[in-house]
C-alpha cells in the first residue's frame, strides 16, 4: 500500500511517500521531497500568516499532489505544527487546504508532535535503553526522553531556528551581544531539563539543523541520506563548526 505524509513546519514543507506492508506494518521510503516557503517569516504569536507565504505554501503542496496522484497513493496525511497552532489564521488556512486538495489537515499540538517525534526517531534504531530524541524546528522544538515502550518526558519549547535568529540573532554573523543575549533565554527556558533527563543511552537529533550541520561536517554540497542517516556529530564537531 502506497500511502503520503506531508509535515507542513514553519520552515519547511516536507513529503514522504512510502510502501507500508499492511501485514507487517514494515515502512519502505519511497521518495523524500522538501520545499522551504518559511511560512513563519516574521510570524508572532497570534498574528496572521502573510499572504505571500500561503500562496507559496500552496504552490509547494500543488507539486506535491501531483506526485502524489502520479503515484496513486492509497492515503495521505497531512499534518501541521507550531506556525498553524499560533497564528490567528492557522485554522482559516487548513480549512483552505482541506477544501481545495480534498485531504484534512491536522493541527497537531506540541505534545502530540513530541511524541511522534520520538517514534519516527526509534522506528529503525535499536529498541534498548533510554533514548533521547531533539526535534529542533522552524519555530519550535522538541526533547522527548524514554524507551520505544515509556515517554517518560517530553515537552515542546516555543523556539526554533526561524524564531530564535528573527527575535534574537539580528545580524549575519551575530554579534557577541546577540548570542550572549540568546544563550541567557535558551538556558532558562531548557532549565527543567536537568531534573528529567537522566544520561541516555543514545541521543538521536532529527530535522533540518542536525542534517545540515552533517552535512557541512562531511563535505557535502547537497543532502544525501544515505550518507547523513546514523552519522554521528560530537559535541567537539559542533562547537568547530559553530566557531
Known amino acids: 500500500m502506497i500511502v503520503a505524509?506531508?509535515?507542513?513546519?514553519?520552515?519547511?514543507?516536507?513529503?514522504?511517500?512510502?510502501?507500508?506492508?499492511?501485514?507487517?506494518?514494515?515502512?519502505?521510503s519511497i521518495l523524500n521531497e522538501s520545499g522551504i516557503p518559511r511560512i513563519?517569516?516574521?510570524?508572532i504569536p497570534n498574528g496572521p500568516i502573510s499572504n505571500e507565504k500561503i500562496n507559496e505554501l500552496f504552490k509547494i503542496l500543488d507539486e506535491y499532489f501531483n506526485i502524489i496522484n502520479r503515484l496513486n497513493c492509497k492515503y495521505t496525511l497531512i499534518t501541521a505544527t507550531n506556525a498553524f497552532r499560533i497564528a490567528s489564521n492557522?485554522?482559516?488556512?487548513?480549512?483552505?487546504?482541506?477544501?481545495?486538495?480534498?485531504?484534512?489537515?491536522?493541527?497537531?499540538?506540541?505534545?502530540?508532535?513530541?511524541?511522534?517525534?520520538?517514534?519516527g526517531a526509534l522506528s529503525d534504531k535499536n529498541k534498548d535503553g533510554n533514548s533521547l530524541v531533539i526535534d529542533i524546528g522552524g519555530g519550535s522544538t522538541e526533547l522527548i526522553f524514554g524507551t520505544i515502550n515509556e515517554?517518560?518526558?517530553?515537552?515542546?519549547?516555543?523556539?526554533?531556528?526561524?524564531?530564535?535568529?528573527?527575535?534574537?540573532?539580528?545580524?549575519?554573523?551575530?554579534v557577541q551581544e546577540e548570542i550572549e543575549r540568546f544563550i541567557i533565554f535558551l538556558n532558562g527556558i531548557f532549565n527543567e531539563l536537568k531534573n528529567n533527563i537522566k544520561s541516555p543511552d543514545i541521543s538521536i537529533a532529527i530535522a533540518g539543523t542536525p542534517t545540515t550541520l552533517a552535512c557541512i561536517q562531511n563535505k557535502l554540497m547537497d543532502f544525501d541520506e544515505e550518507k547523513i542517516e546514523n552519522s554521528k556529530l560530537k559535541r567537539t564537531d559542533i562547537k568547530y563548526l559553530i566557531d
Open 5 to 28: 505524509s506531508i509535515d507542513i513546519g514553519t520552515n519547511t514543507v516536507i513529503l514522504l511517500i512510502a510502501d507500508v506492508n499492511e501485514r507487517t506494518e514494515e515502512i519502505n
Open 151 to 174: 515517554i517518560i518526558f517530553k515537552k515542546s519549547f516555543p523556539v526554533g531556528v526561524v524564531s530564535g535568529i528573527e527575535n534574537y540573532l539580528l545580524h549575519d554573523p551575530p
Open 40 to 43: 513563519g517569516k516574521g510570524l
Open 90 to 119: 492557522g485554522k482559516e488556512i487548513a480549512k483552505k487546504i482541506t477544501k481545495h486538495f480534498n485531504v484534512k489537515v491536522n493541527i497537531i499540538s506540541g505534545d502530540e508532535e513530541a511524541r511522534l517525534s520520538f517514534l
